[in-house]
């Protein structure tokens, strides 16, 4: 019988399970199942490393099988949620393990960089020849020297006071005509400067313009501009 070449001896198939009705056919001494008595998953193993619960429905994949689980409480002071890791709030640097809230560091914003200016100073034969004087001789190969103005207002004199910032006229730009606090450079809220004659003996003159300006009034400058001091002194400011 077909049975025998399969290793199954016929006489403990069951009477309805035969091979030639194509129907399912089961050993006569295997008991009925019932499916609906079978655990749905085996029990969860204590010792097993990724159990943390006795539950059965706690898994690997399980949130709460996690490290950080249950996540800590949001920021007492301002509700901003945090990790576990976290030191301190990213809202308010509320630091959690010490409970103080750090000082704010009061940051303002740079003031913008004016306009940088120079002044240079130097010999002008012509304006010299303008003027009359009792025994000036025009001094001959002496270089032009150049100041950098940094300074809200700057002294032109030839004995200024050590205090303030200035341009000295004594020494290699000596000028026997320049008075002691002779005028001052101001700068404006521009960025540029004006001059200001502090009522010199000899006066002060811009561009070529044979009068002298008055006396503690300021005349805007613009780059380029020259201003006549003492006997042959020009100086010209220059933006850079």
């Known amino acids: 019988m077909l049975g025998l070449g399969l290793g199954i001896d016929p006489d403990t198939l069951d009477d309805d399970a035969t091979l030639a009705s194509g129907r399912s056919w089961r050993p006569a001494d295997v008991p009925d199942i019932d499916f609906d008595d079978l655990p749905t998953r085996p029990p969860a193993d204590p010792r097993a490393p990724w159990a943390t619960s006795t539950d059965p429905s706690v898994g690997s994949w399980d949130l709460r099988s996690k490290p950080g689980w249950p996540p800590p409480e949001p920021c007492r002071h301002c509700g901003t949620r945090r990790l576990v890791t976290d030191a301190y709030c990213l809202g ?3 630091e959690f393990t010490t409970g103080r809230r750090p000082a704010v560091p009061v940051v303002r914003q740079l003031p913008a960089a004016g306009p940088a200016w120079s002044a ?3 010999v002008d034969p012509v304006h010299f020849g303008t003027l009359i004087g009792d025994d000036l001789r025009l001094p001959a ?12 207002e700057i002294l032109i004199g030839a004995r200024p006071s050590r205090a303030e910032p200035v341009i000295s006229l004594t020494g290699p730009l000596d000028d026997p005509a320049v008075s002691g606090r002779h005028a001052g450079l101001v700068r404006q809220p521009d960025g540029s400067y004006a001059v200001v004659d502090h009522g010199s003996r000899n006066g002060t003159r811009v561009n070529r313009d044979p009068e002298p300006i008055r006396p503690g009034r300021p005349v805007p400058l613009r780059d380029g501009d020259r201003v006549f001091v003492g006997a042959w002194t020009r100086i010209t400011l220059r933006l850079r």
């Open 92 to 94: 308010c640097r509320y």
């Open 120 to 122: 240079v100073i130097e």
């Open 141 to 152: 190969d002496r270089l032009p020297r150049v100041v950098a103005l940094e300074n809200p």
